[in-house]
């Protein structure tokens, strides 16, 4: 008997994203086991108030656009459901459990990070705790940080990383225009793992230029140390390019941008980090004497979908498609990327989601060099493949056409 | 008799700037006035220290890599040169000429904004005052901001504005997400003009979706207005997003960028802004207590050589090439571009530079709506050919292929 099945985005943006819910709908089309699919309004937010739509009409053309199209197109959400045995929390799952019964929802599909995996994980454990059975839910990654551990990869981190190479390889070029001693810092999104930080130093393993210095959360920040890699770096030239991730941290454990923002924290407990680079800017203009500029590359590195990695998009699409195919098998489980390489390939299984829920995968020491001020070749050739191919984008009158669902 | 010729690129970094370079080569290569054709380094203090390249032997691989690399190949400068008339810089202009004589140079080809058409102009002057035949002085458009008059758009500034106009799209896409109240403001380059800034309304014309509202520098900038603006565009939606140039003012003249940066000037005398965005953001959390958040696009707009517009990239060589085929003519000019549309096409005029130096031509009053925080629909129908056309540009292993001079 054909169930329904129903999907959701949750967390930040990505280039990617929407590939994976193609991907899905693909998939759940082509599933004997599945009827209908739906297409929940921001994640669980739009269950618990019956805001979804049916994605089951959408012409191929939709899809095409919709796969180029940056950012949850069904809305997301930042919710966090409370612990399954927690009474206070009961009315949530029933409320989520009766919609289910309703719309006969045998498959669940949640695209997002490690809080939607949380999602997933406690979805899985209240319905085992209550005997409900027929419903199958399905965790399917999704973060430009690549820090989450059952896949070897994230999608949507190659095309984060694509962009941020990019751009760093053409502030490099901008930087290079002047003959004036000037140090510019670029802060790259990610607070705890530094891959996206790492992704700067592509340029180096493809056209031999790269940032002079390479800072990871990975590896304690030291200032002192940095000045003197920074006095190390004027000796070969004078304008120096810096990547910092907005997440290292001095040896006591205080974040280098903290402070700059009232301390804020979202509804996960995370505080929000923001002026690393502006912090070092004061530091070192105040240090050196010299031009000092920061950027930060800032929203663009999860949206840019003006460009994007052909194996991402392809490999995010891939495990969307896999996820409505493994879903009789899979409930609670996320569906990670198994890497092969020498020729590099990616497969797609299924990962016990409580094994990877609120862990956080880091770069691994051998990818960060001895002196903690950049990162190795081994590094470099890991990330390679992922940035590989350009997605071709369709435009129109100039800029790249979007898919918008209709305001329900 | 054919004499050499020298290119030298000043100012800051675009997008387009080496097409130009490239169209210079390649109507040097063709004209049969010209011999050689050299490069400074660094503009004038290339010129200055007899730093400076041949570049008649780029084969055809390097000059379509140099014409889809950002920001001068050849460096840039800074330099201003010393009134024509001022004993006090007889010497660098003596040193000027005494090389130019030297080389045989009877071409001289500046490409570059506001201050390098200043240095084409002193030059021009000077020769005259004195009496030097013989070397012919041109200058060539260069600048993202689009505020040079004698041409009706600037080389640069069609890459840039597509750059914006494509990644303001994006984050209208991104923070479309979630359902919290929040703002989102995006500043712009541009000091005093604000070309740049009002191409992030060209989404409205394109696919229905824009930011909110649009504050240039031509138009007065009052907080209290701008609270309110923003009061009546919650009614519409819970997600704004506000597009700011880093050059708007309040009434007093005083920047609302102004003081978070240490009141530094460059050479020309322009003060550097920084934080408009940044002000805002602490201007409206305090007011509406909602979630703020401000996006610098920062050096990308002037860089971001992946994005390129397929116009631009063709009249940014094109002048170029004209500039090299008019220098007999066009001593002491600009070779402008003259605009018409139905259909749209460029060609390109020696204007005199005296007439252009030093004036800012900015966006006119019809271009701004009445409020006076957004763009009319006759901005856009001028801004939207400028952006038209992708350029292909080439990759390897992922990222965009640059081209760099060796070290001299």
Redesign the interface.
Known sequence: MRQNAIVG?SGG?TSAINATLVGVIAGAREARHIDRIYGAR?GI?GMLEGRFLDLGNLNDEALLLLKQ????AL????KKLPPPDDPAGKAIFEKLFAFFEAKNIGYFFYIGGNDSMDTVAKLTAYAKAHRIEGISFVGIPKTIDNDLEGTSHTPGFGSAA?YI???V???L??T????VKAV?IVEIMGRDAGWLTAATA??R???G?SPDLVYLPEAVFDIERFFGDLEKAFFRHSNLVVAVSEGIRYADGRYVGEGTQSGAADAFGHRYLQGTAKALEAAVKERFGCKV?S??????Q??????L?ATDIAESFGVGRAAAELSPVASGCMIGYERKDDPYSVSYRPVEVSEIANKIRLVPREFINEEGNHVTDACLEYL?PL????YPVL????????F?FSLD
């Open positions: 985005q943006p921001n937010e199209t940056p950012a949850a809305g997301s959400c930042r694509k190479a990019t751009s390889q053409e502030i070029r901008d290079a225009v002047y003959t510019t592509l340029p393993l493809l056209s230029v500029r950027v930060e590359l800032n929203l663009p999860r949206c840019a979908a003006h460009l990695s390679k940035i590989a191919g350009e435009y129109r009158d100039g800029l790249p056409r979007h918008v």
